[in-house]
């Protein structure tokens, strides 16, 4: 620390002697040079540590200046990607209304329109839950569709709410038929989530590929609705009828709005009437 302190104390006196002469014009002499010899290496290293000082601290402030400019950045970036979603999400809702709105206008009967909102965890009941009910005019045994195709039939509803059995459902059944050969058959809901096709006698002529709608037989579901394609087609060598599966047309993973047809054919409610 006195080496220091001494060192410190000579520069001073330096400084001061050198500011002096330069003041009054008085020549150098031999113990100015010595001092100045002595001295300029402890002044160049004091103004090297404050210069260095100086920039540590001006890059400190520019560092934290950043940091805190950068978490401004960050929170901009996800207010803006969140607002995408939110937008992207919008557009792809209205497509799908879009498409419903359009569709509702193709098909001769009355519609309510609805929100799936719920769906049975369970792995024996394929069911979901809309958000209309009998407020809206939608009562038990009314079928429900979407573009797609047939999506089930409503088995339970409340003022608010109604369930609705999904088509690929064990215990549902349509009474369906080839598009193209006119074969009818019913079509049942299969564990895997596709479709069985029936009680097609084995002489009938039923190809991979054909399309296959509700025939309108049932009571339930209007005629010409889609249902799916043939998948797979076995002819026993006995029994009286082929094999047939079916592959739905509607995605039932991803069903988010549905219409429920509220005035079907007349006959649909004879039993409950």
């Known amino acids: 620390m006195a080496i220091i302190a001494g060192a410190v104390l000579l520069i001073a006196v330096n400084v001061i002697v050198v500011s002096v002469m330069v003041k009054y014009g008085q020549p150098e002499s031999g113990i100015e040079k010595t001092a100045l010899y002595i001295s300029a290496p402890f002044q160049n290293a004091f103004h090297f540590v404050v210069n260095g000082s100086k920039n540590l601290w001006r890059h400190y402030f520019f560092l934290v200046f950043a940091a805190r400019e950068n978490e401004q950045l960050k929170k901009t970036l996800q207010a803006v990607r969140e607002k995408n979603r939110r937008l992207a999400e919008i557009e792809l809702a209205n497509i799908r209304l879009r498409r419903l709105l359009e569709f509702r206008e193709t098909i001769p009967y009355a519609t309510i329109s609805a929100e799936v909102v719920g769906r049975d965890p369970s792995r024996?009941?394929?069911?979901?839950?809309?958000?209309?009910?009998?407020?809206?005019?939608?009562?038990?045994?009314?079928?429900?569709?979407?573009?797609?195709?047939?999506?089930?039939?409503?088995?339970?509803?409340?003022?608010?709410y109604s369930k609705i059995l999904l088509a690929i459902d064990q215990k549902s059944a349509v009474d369906a038929m080839i598009q193209r050969t006119r074969t009818r058959g019913i079509v049942?809901?299969?564990?895997?989530?596709?479709?069985?096709?029936?009680?097609?006698?084995?002489?009938?002529?039923?190809?991979?590929?054909?399309?296959?709608?509700?025939?309108?037989?049932?009571?339930?579901?209007?005629?010409?609705?889609?249902?799916?394609?043939?998948?797979?087609?076995?002819?026993?060598?006995a029994g009286m009828f082929q094999v047939v599966t079916v592959l739905p047309s509607v995605d039932f993973e991803k069903v988010e709005e549905v219409l429920i047809i509220s005035n079907p054919p007349a006959h649909a409610f004879m039993e409950e009437k």
């Open 188 to 237: 049942e809901g299969d564990p895997g989530g596709g479709f069985n096709f029936k009680y097609v006698l084995r002489k009938e002529d039923v190809r991979v590929g054909d399309r296959v709608i509700s025939s309108g037989l049932d009571g339930v579901f209007p005629k010409g609705f889609d249902l799916g394609h043939v998948s797979g087609v076995v002819r026993p060598t």
């Open 124 to 160: 024996w009941f394929k069911t979901i839950v809309v958000n209309k009910g009998t407020g809206k005019g939608v009562r038990k045994g009314l079928p429900v569709v979407t573009p797609e195709g047939i999506v089930g039939q409503v088995i339970e509803c409340t003022p608010g």
